[in-house]
């Protein structure tokens, strides 16, 4: 069973930055796909940026240039580097492993705020 404890969020000021970490229960990254995804309220949960087993990553077009996916295989670490934030990136993140159509795991999501 994969288990996944994000951390990092907290209230930022538009143009600021910030770094998501998302703790895996083990080395997972060669064998899932591990990615970001956000939720505001309201809206559905979307994909934020995605890293494959062989670590290439891939962002959506709205944070292209902004943030950038990274792991840590020896730590079992997954981050999320945040530049130039916009009230618009206010959300809840969540942390996924998955592999295959049908295997997805999910952390419990952490805050992040954009506000002045």
């Known amino acids: 069973q994969v288990q996944l404890v994000e951390s990092g969020g907290g209230l930022v000021q538009p143009g600021g930055s910030l770094r998501l970490s998302c703790a895996a229960n083990?080395?997972?990254?060669?064998?899932?796909?591990m990615a970001w995804y956000r939720q505001a309220p309201g809206k559905q949960r979307e994909l934020v940026a995605r890293?494959?087993?062989?670590?290439?990553?891939n962002y959506a077009d709205s944070v292209k240039g902004r943030f950038a996916i990274s792991r840590s295989i020896a730590k079992s670490m997954l981050y999320l580097q945040m530049y130039s934030l916009k009230p618009e990136d206010t959300a809840v993140y969540y942390c996924?492993?998955?592999?295959?159509?049908?295997?997805?795991?999910w952390g419990q999501g952490t805050q992040v705020t954009v506000s002045s």
């Open positions: 083990g080395n997972i990254f060669s064998t899932y796909a």
């Open positions: 996924n492993a998955g592999r295959g159509p049908d295997e997805s795991y």
């Open positions: 890293l494959t087993t062989g670590g290439v990553p």
